[in-house]
Protein backbone atom coordinates (compact mmCIF):
# COMPACT_ATOMS: atom_id res chain seq x y z
CA UNK A 1 0.00 0.00 0.00
CA UNK A 2 1.32 3.56 -1.26
CA UNK A 3 2.14 5.62 2.47
CA UNK A 4 -0.12 8.96 1.70
CA UNK A 5 0.40 12.01 4.33
CA UNK A 6 -1.91 13.42 6.92
CA UNK A 7 -1.87 16.47 8.46
CA UNK A 8 -3.89 17.35 11.37
CA UNK A 9 -4.41 20.72 12.65
CA UNK A 10 -6.02 20.32 16.11
CA UNK A 11 -8.31 23.18 18.24
CA UNK A 12 -9.67 22.84 21.58
CA UNK A 13 -9.38 21.18 24.86
CA UNK A 14 -7.16 18.00 26.01
CA UNK A 15 -9.90 15.71 24.10
CA UNK A 16 -9.61 17.39 20.70
CA UNK A 17 -5.61 16.32 21.36
CA UNK A 18 -6.37 12.83 22.32
CA UNK A 19 -9.38 12.65 19.62
CA UNK A 20 -6.72 13.86 16.96
CA UNK A 21 -4.08 10.39 18.08
CA UNK A 22 -6.98 8.54 17.30
CA UNK A 23 -7.76 10.27 14.10
CA UNK A 24 -4.41 9.38 13.11
CA UNK A 25 -4.26 5.78 14.60
CA UNK A 26 -7.69 4.74 12.84
CA UNK A 27 -6.08 6.26 9.65
CA UNK A 28 -2.70 4.06 9.94
CA UNK A 29 -3.83 0.70 8.65
CA UNK A 30 -4.94 2.79 5.63
CA UNK A 31 -1.75 4.14 4.81
CA UNK A 32 -1.88 7.38 6.10
CA UNK A 33 1.61 8.76 8.01
CA UNK A 34 1.45 11.97 9.82
CA UNK A 35 3.16 15.01 8.74
CA UNK A 36 4.06 18.16 10.04
CA UNK A 37 4.19 19.92 6.70
CA UNK A 38 0.59 21.10 5.00
CA UNK A 39 2.43 21.23 1.98
CA UNK A 40 3.61 17.90 2.03
CA UNK A 41 -0.06 16.26 2.31
CA UNK A 42 -2.50 14.13 0.71
CA UNK A 43 -5.27 14.88 3.33
CA UNK A 44 -5.54 17.27 5.62
CA UNK A 45 -8.16 16.96 8.97
CA UNK A 46 -9.06 19.70 10.94
CA UNK A 47 -10.40 19.11 14.17
CA UNK A 48 -12.52 21.50 15.41
CA UNK A 49 -13.75 23.87 18.40
CA UNK A 50 -16.86 25.56 19.06
CA UNK A 51 -16.73 26.42 22.89
CA UNK A 52 -16.46 29.91 22.53
CA UNK A 53 -16.61 32.19 18.96
CA UNK A 54 -13.41 32.92 18.25
CA UNK A 55 -12.43 29.45 18.67
CA UNK A 56 -15.01 28.76 16.07
CA UNK A 57 -13.95 31.39 13.55
CA UNK A 58 -10.54 30.25 14.08
CA UNK A 59 -11.17 27.13 12.61
CA UNK A 60 -13.02 28.89 9.66
CA UNK A 61 -10.22 31.09 9.01
CA UNK A 62 -7.84 27.90 8.82
CA UNK A 63 -10.40 26.11 6.21
CA UNK A 64 -10.64 29.02 3.80
CA UNK A 65 -6.91 29.42 3.48
CA UNK A 66 -6.96 25.78 2.50
CA UNK A 67 -8.96 26.80 -0.38
CA UNK A 68 -6.07 27.74 -2.62
CA UNK A 69 -3.78 24.82 -1.31
CA UNK A 70 -6.89 22.71 -3.16
CA UNK A 71 -6.91 24.92 -6.43
CA UNK A 72 -2.87 24.08 -6.48
CA UNK A 73 -3.66 20.00 -5.70
CA UNK A 74 -6.94 18.99 -6.31
CA UNK A 75 -6.36 15.56 -5.26
CA UNK A 76 -5.92 16.99 -1.53
CA UNK A 77 -9.30 15.50 1.05
CA UNK A 78 -10.04 17.80 3.39
CA UNK A 79 -11.97 16.95 6.43
CA UNK A 80 -13.77 18.86 9.58
CA UNK A 81 -13.68 17.04 12.56
CA UNK A 82 -15.05 17.80 16.28
CA UNK A 83 -17.20 20.08 17.77
CA UNK A 84 -17.70 22.55 14.87
CA UNK A 85 -18.40 19.46 12.60
CA UNK A 86 -21.08 18.67 14.73
CA UNK A 87 -22.71 21.70 15.46
CA UNK A 88 -22.49 23.00 11.86
CA UNK A 89 -22.99 19.43 9.64
CA UNK A 90 -24.09 19.64 5.96
CA UNK A 91 -23.83 23.76 6.50
CA UNK A 92 -20.09 23.45 6.39
CA UNK A 93 -19.92 21.61 2.59
CA UNK A 94 -22.87 24.30 1.48
CA UNK A 95 -20.36 27.33 2.90
CA UNK A 96 -17.41 25.62 1.69
CA UNK A 97 -16.83 23.41 -1.74
CA UNK A 98 -13.45 22.70 -1.31
CA UNK A 99 -13.98 20.37 1.52
CA UNK A 100 -14.99 16.46 1.12
CA UNK A 101 -15.98 15.90 4.64
CA UNK A 102 -17.36 16.45 7.67
CA UNK A 103 -17.57 14.23 10.58
CA UNK A 104 -18.99 14.71 14.24
CA UNK A 105 -17.60 13.71 17.88
CA UNK A 106 -18.51 10.42 17.92
CA UNK A 107 -17.56 9.52 13.83
CA UNK A 108 -14.06 9.15 14.15
CA UNK A 109 -14.79 4.85 14.70
CA UNK A 110 -16.57 4.90 10.75
CA UNK A 111 -13.58 7.17 9.50
CA UNK A 112 -12.14 4.40 7.76
CA UNK A 113 -15.00 3.75 5.45
CA UNK A 114 -15.91 7.63 5.24
CA UNK A 115 -12.13 8.06 3.45
CA UNK A 116 -13.04 4.75 1.59
CA UNK A 117 -15.83 6.55 -0.26
CA UNK A 118 -14.32 9.30 -0.84
CA UNK A 119 -10.87 7.83 -2.73
CA UNK A 120 -13.34 5.09 -4.35
CA UNK A 121 -16.57 7.87 -5.41
CA UNK A 122 -15.14 11.22 -5.15
CA UNK A 123 -18.68 11.75 -2.71
CA UNK A 124 -18.73 14.33 -0.60
CA UNK A 125 -19.99 13.12 3.23
CA UNK A 126 -21.15 14.26 6.31
CA UNK A 127 -21.12 12.21 9.50
CA UNK A 128 -22.83 13.73 12.37
CA UNK A 129 -24.49 10.70 14.14
CA UNK A 130 -24.55 10.32 17.65
CA UNK A 131 -25.82 7.69 19.89
CA UNK A 132 -26.69 7.81 23.74
CA UNK A 133 -23.71 5.01 24.31
CA UNK A 134 -20.88 5.07 22.36
CA UNK A 135 -18.40 2.10 20.83
CA UNK A 136 -15.33 1.47 22.56
CA UNK A 137 -12.27 2.41 20.02
CA UNK A 138 -10.08 -0.88 19.59
CA UNK A 139 -6.68 -0.30 18.17
CA UNK A 140 -5.32 -3.66 16.97
CA UNK A 141 -1.62 -2.05 16.54
CA UNK A 142 -1.85 -0.34 19.64
CA UNK A 143 0.78 3.14 20.08
CA UNK A 144 2.45 2.29 17.03
CA UNK A 145 1.75 5.69 15.52
CA UNK A 146 2.00 7.63 19.04
CA UNK A 147 5.88 9.61 19.80
CA UNK A 148 6.92 6.96 22.07
CA UNK A 149 9.41 10.39 23.70
CA UNK A 150 6.28 12.04 25.15
CA UNK A 151 6.73 11.26 28.69
CA UNK A 152 2.97 13.15 29.28
CA UNK A 153 -0.40 11.76 27.81
CA UNK A 154 -3.86 12.63 27.64
CA UNK A 155 -6.45 9.84 28.28
CA UNK A 156 -10.25 10.34 27.63
CA UNK A 157 -12.02 8.16 30.29
CA UNK A 158 -15.30 9.52 30.10
CA UNK A 159 -16.79 11.59 27.07
CA UNK A 160 -19.76 14.14 26.82
CA UNK A 161 -21.92 16.28 29.34
CA UNK A 162 -25.18 15.55 31.47
CA UNK A 163 -24.78 19.26 32.99
CA UNK A 164 -26.18 21.79 30.65
CA UNK A 165 -24.70 24.91 32.07
CA UNK A 166 -26.82 27.57 30.18
CA UNK A 167 -23.04 29.20 28.43
CA UNK A 168 -22.03 25.63 27.25
CA UNK A 169 -21.99 23.84 23.90
CA UNK A 170 -20.23 20.72 24.90
CA UNK A 171 -23.66 18.56 26.00
CA UNK A 172 -24.81 19.35 22.54
CA UNK A 173 -21.60 18.63 20.14
CA UNK A 174 -20.51 15.69 22.50
CA UNK A 175 -23.74 13.97 23.60
CA UNK A 176 -24.83 12.38 26.75
CA UNK A 177 -21.85 11.67 29.48
CA UNK A 178 -20.93 7.84 28.84
CA UNK A 179 -17.68 6.77 30.24
CA UNK A 180 -15.49 4.32 29.04
CA UNK A 181 -15.05 0.80 30.50
CA UNK A 182 -12.49 0.81 33.77
CA UNK A 183 -10.51 -2.51 31.57
CA UNK A 184 -10.39 -0.59 28.61
CA UNK A 185 -9.05 2.57 30.25
CA UNK A 186 -6.61 0.50 32.46
CA UNK A 187 -5.66 -1.63 29.08
CA UNK A 188 -4.72 1.59 27.47
CA UNK A 189 -2.32 3.16 30.23
CA UNK A 190 -0.71 0.01 30.81
CA UNK A 191 0.54 0.18 26.90
CA UNK A 192 1.39 3.60 27.56
CA UNK A 193 3.80 3.33 30.81
CA UNK A 194 4.87 0.14 28.63
CA UNK A 195 5.81 2.33 26.19
CA UNK A 196 7.86 4.72 28.19
CA UNK A 197 4.69 7.60 29.74
CA UNK A 198 5.27 8.65 32.87
CA UNK A 199 2.59 11.13 33.85
CA UNK A 200 -1.20 10.55 32.34
CA UNK A 201 -3.76 13.06 32.70
CA UNK A 202 -7.38 11.51 32.54
CA UNK A 203 -10.09 13.68 31.13
CA UNK A 204 -14.02 13.96 31.43
CA UNK A 205 -15.94 16.97 31.44
CA UNK A 206 -16.95 15.82 35.28
CA UNK A 207 -14.32 13.25 36.34
CA UNK A 208 -16.71 12.84 39.59
CA UNK A 209 -19.39 11.35 38.05
CA UNK A 210 -17.54 8.91 36.32
CA UNK A 211 -18.99 5.20 36.23
CA UNK A 212 -21.88 6.52 38.41
CA UNK A 213 -24.48 5.77 35.28
CA UNK A 214 -23.46 2.71 33.93
CA UNK A 215 -22.55 1.59 37.26
CA UNK A 216 -19.09 1.06 36.50
CA UNK A 217 -16.64 1.43 39.56
CA UNK A 218 -16.61 5.34 41.24
CA UNK A 219 -13.49 7.98 39.99
CA UNK A 220 -11.93 7.03 43.07
CA UNK A 221 -11.83 3.51 42.15
CA UNK A 222 -10.02 4.02 39.41
CA UNK A 223 -7.60 6.30 40.55
CA UNK A 224 -6.37 3.46 43.03
CA UNK A 225 -6.15 1.35 39.83
CA UNK A 226 -4.18 3.59 37.94
CA UNK A 227 -1.85 3.67 40.71
CA UNK A 228 -0.99 0.72 40.88
CA UNK A 229 0.10 0.76 37.41
CA UNK A 230 3.78 -0.41 37.10
CA UNK A 231 6.11 2.47 35.50
CA UNK A 232 3.87 5.40 35.96
CA UNK A 233 4.94 8.10 38.19
CA UNK A 234 2.67 10.62 37.97
CA UNK A 235 -1.63 11.34 37.61
CA UNK A 236 -3.21 14.31 36.80
CA UNK A 237 -7.11 14.35 36.00
CA UNK A 238 -9.48 17.38 34.85
CA UNK A 239 -12.27 18.60 34.91
CA UNK A 240 -13.80 18.23 38.70
CA UNK A 241 -17.18 19.78 38.62
CA UNK A 242 -17.32 21.87 42.07
CA UNK A 243 -21.46 20.20 42.60
CA UNK A 244 -20.65 16.82 42.75
CA UNK A 245 -16.91 16.61 44.26
CA UNK A 246 -16.96 13.86 46.77
CA UNK A 247 -15.58 13.68 49.97
CA UNK A 248 -13.74 10.85 48.07
CA UNK A 249 -11.91 12.49 45.63
CA UNK A 250 -10.60 14.90 48.23
CA UNK A 251 -9.00 12.12 50.38
CA UNK A 252 -8.21 10.64 47.39
CA UNK A 253 -4.80 13.42 46.93
CA UNK A 254 -4.18 12.49 50.73
CA UNK A 255 -3.96 8.56 49.44
CA UNK A 256 -2.59 7.67 46.41
CA UNK A 257 0.87 8.70 45.71
CA UNK A 258 0.85 9.08 42.33
CA UNK A 259 -1.87 11.65 42.59
CA UNK A 260 -0.62 14.81 41.54
CA UNK A 261 -1.49 17.90 44.04
CA UNK A 262 -3.10 19.59 42.01
CA UNK A 263 -6.81 20.07 40.85
CA UNK A 264 -8.56 22.31 38.83
CA UNK A 265 -12.11 23.07 40.11
CA UNK A 266 -13.91 25.99 37.82
CA UNK A 267 -15.54 28.18 39.09
CA UNK A 268 -16.85 30.37 36.98
CA UNK A 269 -18.40 33.10 38.67
CA UNK A 270 -18.24 34.43 42.62
CA UNK A 271 -21.79 35.69 42.49
CA UNK A 272 -24.42 33.22 43.36
CA UNK A 273 -27.35 34.99 41.46
CA UNK A 274 -25.02 34.06 38.24
CA UNK A 275 -24.48 30.85 39.21
CA UNK A 276 -28.00 29.89 39.23
CA UNK A 277 -28.17 32.30 35.67
CA UNK A 278 -25.36 29.89 34.44
CA UNK A 279 -27.34 26.65 35.68
CA UNK A 280 -24.31 25.62 37.73
CA UNK A 281 -25.92 23.80 41.04
CA UNK A 282 -23.65 25.31 43.86
CA UNK A 283 -23.55 28.29 45.74
CA UNK A 284 -20.67 30.47 46.49
CA UNK A 285 -20.38 29.38 50.05
CA UNK A 286 -20.24 25.56 49.14
CA UNK A 287 -17.77 26.13 46.84
CA UNK A 288 -15.52 27.90 49.47
CA UNK A 289 -16.16 24.96 51.75
CA UNK A 290 -14.67 22.62 49.38
CA UNK A 291 -12.08 24.73 48.80
CA UNK A 292 -11.39 24.68 52.87
CA UNK A 293 -11.93 20.75 53.01
CA UNK A 294 -9.54 19.92 49.75
CA UNK A 295 -6.72 22.27 51.43
CA UNK A 296 -7.50 20.90 55.18
CA UNK A 297 -7.15 17.42 53.74
CA UNK A 298 -3.72 18.07 51.48
CA UNK A 299 -2.43 21.06 52.46
CA UNK A 300 0.30 21.61 49.77
CA UNK A 301 -2.96 21.38 46.90
CA UNK A 302 -2.39 24.11 43.97
CA UNK A 303 -6.15 24.90 43.14
CA UNK A 304 -7.01 26.66 39.69
CA UNK A 305 -9.72 27.50 38.01
CA UNK A 306 -11.70 28.93 35.13
CA UNK A 307 -13.79 32.18 35.27
CA UNK A 308 -15.95 33.92 32.88
CA UNK A 309 -16.66 37.45 32.99
CA UNK A 310 -19.39 39.58 31.24
CA UNK A 311 -22.25 36.69 31.24
CA UNK A 312 -25.70 38.07 30.67
CA UNK A 313 -26.85 40.34 33.14
CA UNK A 314 -23.70 40.59 35.30
CA UNK A 315 -23.94 43.72 37.30
CA UNK A 316 -21.00 45.48 38.91
CA UNK A 317 -21.78 43.98 42.26
CA UNK A 318 -21.55 40.35 40.78
CA UNK A 319 -18.00 40.83 38.98
CA UNK A 320 -16.76 42.30 42.62
CA UNK A 321 -18.35 39.00 44.16
CA UNK A 322 -16.07 36.76 41.70
CA UNK A 323 -12.93 39.65 42.49
CA UNK A 324 -13.44 39.50 45.85
CA UNK A 325 -13.86 35.16 45.79
CA UNK A 326 -10.24 35.38 43.59
CA UNK A 327 -8.85 37.58 46.59
CA UNK A 328 -9.95 34.87 49.09
CA UNK A 329 -9.57 31.61 47.36
CA UNK A 330 -5.70 32.29 45.74
CA UNK A 331 -6.07 30.23 43.46
CA UNK A 332 -2.83 28.88 42.03
CA UNK A 333 -3.51 30.25 38.42
CA UNK A 334 -6.62 30.73 36.58
CA UNK A 335 -8.05 30.71 32.89
CA UNK A 336 -10.79 33.63 32.44
CA UNK A 337 -12.72 34.33 29.24
CA UNK A 338 -15.10 36.95 27.99
CA UNK A 339 -18.45 35.22 27.36
CA UNK A 340 -19.23 34.27 24.08
CA UNK A 341 -22.71 33.83 23.13
CA UNK A 342 -23.57 30.05 21.38
CA UNK A 343 -25.99 29.71 19.44
CA UNK A 344 -26.85 26.02 20.75
CA UNK A 345 -26.38 27.02 24.18
CA UNK A 346 -29.93 28.69 26.37
CA UNK A 347 -27.67 31.58 27.55
CA UNK A 348 -28.10 33.33 23.96
CA UNK A 349 -31.65 34.14 25.22
CA UNK A 350 -30.81 35.78 28.24
CA UNK A 351 -31.39 39.73 28.43
CA UNK A 352 -28.84 42.06 29.51
CA UNK A 353 -25.74 40.82 27.42
CA UNK A 354 -22.97 42.81 28.45
CA UNK A 355 -20.70 44.83 26.26
CA UNK A 356 -17.79 43.88 24.61
CA UNK A 357 -15.72 47.05 25.70
CA UNK A 358 -16.75 46.27 29.26
CA UNK A 359 -15.70 42.33 28.88
CA UNK A 360 -12.55 43.26 28.18
CA UNK A 361 -12.23 45.71 30.88
CA UNK A 362 -13.64 42.87 33.05
CA UNK A 363 -11.35 40.40 31.70
CA UNK A 364 -8.24 42.47 32.30
CA UNK A 365 -8.93 42.82 35.95
CA UNK A 366 -9.15 39.29 36.70
CA UNK A 367 -6.10 38.79 34.88
CA UNK A 368 -4.39 41.26 36.70
CA UNK A 369 -5.68 40.53 40.11
CA UNK A 370 -4.73 36.69 39.33
CA UNK A 371 -1.29 37.82 38.15
CA UNK A 372 -0.25 39.65 41.35
CA UNK A 373 -1.76 35.89 43.67
CA UNK A 374 0.18 33.86 41.42
CA UNK A 375 3.71 35.40 41.72
CA UNK A 376 3.17 36.10 45.41
CA UNK A 377 2.21 32.67 46.26
CA UNK A 378 4.98 31.29 43.62
CA UNK A 379 7.60 33.49 45.80
CA UNK A 380 6.66 31.37 48.63
CA UNK A 381 8.99 28.78 46.86
CA UNK A 382 12.07 30.49 46.62
CA UNK A 383 14.81 28.79 48.22
CA UNK A 384 12.93 25.59 48.05
CA UNK A 385 13.70 22.05 46.51
CA UNK A 386 10.64 21.50 44.29
CA UNK A 387 10.41 17.80 43.13
CA UNK A 388 9.94 17.89 38.72
CA UNK A 389 9.35 15.77 36.05
CA UNK A 390 11.19 16.51 33.52
CA UNK A 391 9.86 16.33 29.64
CA UNK A 392 12.47 18.34 27.62
CA UNK A 393 14.86 20.97 27.31
CA UNK A 394 13.16 24.34 28.14
CA UNK A 395 12.41 26.49 24.95
CA UNK A 396 15.01 29.08 26.01
CA UNK A 397 17.44 26.40 25.30
CA UNK A 398 16.85 25.76 22.11
CA UNK A 399 18.73 28.82 20.78
CA UNK A 400 20.71 28.75 23.26
CA UNK A 401 24.30 27.75 24.62
CA UNK A 402 22.72 27.19 27.88
CA UNK A 403 21.30 23.88 28.26
CA UNK A 404 18.11 24.82 30.44
CA UNK A 405 16.04 21.95 31.35
CA UNK A 406 12.05 22.04 31.30
CA UNK A 407 9.79 20.15 33.78
CA UNK A 408 6.38 20.35 36.13
CA UNK A 409 5.71 20.14 40.00
CA UNK A 410 3.03 18.03 40.58
CA UNK A 411 1.27 21.37 41.08
CA UNK A 412 1.37 22.13 37.71
CA UNK A 413 3.68 24.62 38.17
CA UNK A 414 6.77 24.75 35.28
CA UNK A 415 10.03 24.89 36.31
CA UNK A 416 12.93 25.78 33.91
CA UNK A 417 16.31 25.01 35.23
CA UNK A 418 20.28 24.12 34.66
CA UNK A 419 22.38 21.64 36.62
CA UNK A 420 25.15 22.75 38.45
CA UNK A 421 27.85 20.82 36.86
CA UNK A 422 28.17 18.68 33.97
CA UNK A 423 28.21 15.35 36.04
CA UNK A 424 24.31 16.06 37.09
CA UNK A 425 23.80 16.81 33.40
CA UNK A 426 23.13 13.17 31.89
CA UNK A 427 21.48 15.08 29.36
CA UNK A 428 18.61 12.97 27.56
CA UNK A 429 18.82 10.68 30.28
CA UNK A 430 16.93 13.46 32.39
CA UNK A 431 13.63 13.42 30.19
CA UNK A 432 10.76 11.26 32.28
CA UNK A 433 12.69 11.40 35.75
CA UNK A 434 11.52 12.99 38.72
CA UNK A 435 14.34 15.43 40.08
CA UNK A 436 14.62 17.87 42.79
CA UNK A 437 15.18 21.63 41.62
CA UNK A 438 16.03 24.55 44.05
CA UNK A 439 13.75 27.41 43.30
CA UNK A 440 15.79 31.11 42.87
CA UNK A 441 13.77 32.87 40.48
CA UNK A 442 9.82 33.83 39.91
CA UNK A 443 8.41 34.81 36.42
CA UNK A 444 4.64 35.14 35.92
CA UNK A 445 4.30 31.88 34.23
CA UNK A 446 7.55 30.05 35.52
CA UNK A 447 9.92 29.13 37.95
CA UNK A 448 13.66 29.13 37.40
CA UNK A 449 16.08 26.99 39.28
CA UNK A 450 18.51 24.78 39.50
CA UNK A 451 19.23 20.82 39.96
CA UNK A 452 20.07 20.32 43.79
CA UNK A 453 23.11 18.46 44.40
CA UNK A 454 21.37 15.82 46.35
CA UNK A 455 18.58 15.34 43.77
CA UNK A 456 18.88 11.76 42.40
CA UNK A 457 14.84 10.26 43.50
CA UNK A 458 15.24 6.27 43.41
CA UNK A 459 10.97 6.63 44.41
CA UNK A 460 8.28 8.90 43.48
CA UNK A 461 6.83 7.62 46.99
CA UNK A 462 5.30 10.57 48.85
CA UNK A 463 6.96 13.12 46.86
CA UNK A 464 4.12 14.16 44.84
N1 LIG B 1 -16.36 20.71 31.82
C1 LIG B 1 -15.56 21.76 32.24
C2 LIG B 1 -15.32 22.88 31.27
C3 LIG B 1 -15.24 22.68 29.83
S1 LIG B 1 -15.20 24.12 28.85
C4 LIG B 1 -16.22 22.37 33.46
O1 LIG B 1 -17.38 22.20 33.72
O2 LIG B 1 -15.55 23.09 34.12
C5 LIG B 1 -13.81 25.00 29.50
C6 LIG B 1 -14.14 26.37 29.99
O3 LIG B 1 -14.56 27.22 28.91
C7 LIG B 1 -15.27 26.46 30.98
O4 LIG B 1 -14.87 26.14 32.26
C8 LIG B 1 -15.69 27.90 30.86
O5 LIG B 1 -14.98 28.72 31.76
C9 LIG B 1 -15.31 28.27 29.43
N2 LIG B 1 -16.52 28.45 28.59
C10 LIG B 1 -17.41 27.52 28.24
N3 LIG B 1 -18.38 28.07 27.46
C11 LIG B 1 -18.09 29.38 27.34
C12 LIG B 1 -18.70 30.48 26.67
N4 LIG B 1 -19.84 30.35 26.00
N5 LIG B 1 -18.09 31.69 26.74
C13 LIG B 1 -16.95 31.84 27.44
N6 LIG B 1 -16.32 30.85 28.09
C14 LIG B 1 -16.88 29.62 28.04
FE1 LIG C 1 -19.95 22.62 29.76
FE2 LIG C 1 -20.94 22.67 32.19
FE3 LIG C 1 -20.58 20.34 30.97
FE4 LIG C 1 -18.48 21.75 31.78
S1 LIG C 1 -20.04 20.84 33.10
S2 LIG C 1 -18.74 20.77 29.81
S3 LIG C 1 -19.14 23.83 31.48
S4 LIG C 1 -22.00 21.94 30.38
FE1 LIG D 1 -13.90 22.82 22.45
FE2 LIG D 1 -15.24 20.65 22.03
FE3 LIG D 1 -13.28 20.71 23.82
S1 LIG D 1 -16.08 22.65 22.13
S2 LIG D 1 -13.34 22.78 24.53
S3 LIG D 1 -13.05 20.96 21.65
S4 LIG D 1 -15.18 19.59 23.98
New binding site residues.
Partial sequence: MNSKRLFINTIG?QMNVYDSESIARVLHPMGFEKTSSLAAADMVIINTCA??GKAEQKAFSFLGRLAGLKREKPGLIIGVGGCVAQQEGRRILGRMPHINFVFGTQAIIRLPDIVNRIVKDGERIVDIDMLDQVPELDFPEAFEDTNLSEISKFVTIMRG?D?Y?A????PYVRGRENSRHPESIIKEIEGLAESGVKEVTLLG??VNSYGLKEGLCSFSELLAQVNDIKGLKRIRFT?S?PKDLSEELIYAFRNFDKLCKHIHL?V?SGSNRILKLMNRKYTREQYLEKTDKLRIACPEIAITS???VGFPGERQQDFEDTLDLIKSIRYDSL?A??????PN?P?VRLPEKISESEKKNRLEQVLRLQKDITIEKNQVLIDSAQVVLVDGLSKKSRDSEIRQWSGRTATNKIVNFTCYNHDLDPGEGLIGELIRVRIDEVLPNSLCGRRSRTSTLHSAKGEN
Avoid at 167 to 170: A, E, G, M
Avoid at 337 to 342: C, G, I, T
Wanted: aromatic share 14%; hydrophobic share 30%; glycine share 0%.
Fill in positions: CIRCNCYCVVQNTHPQDIIYFKYSDRAA
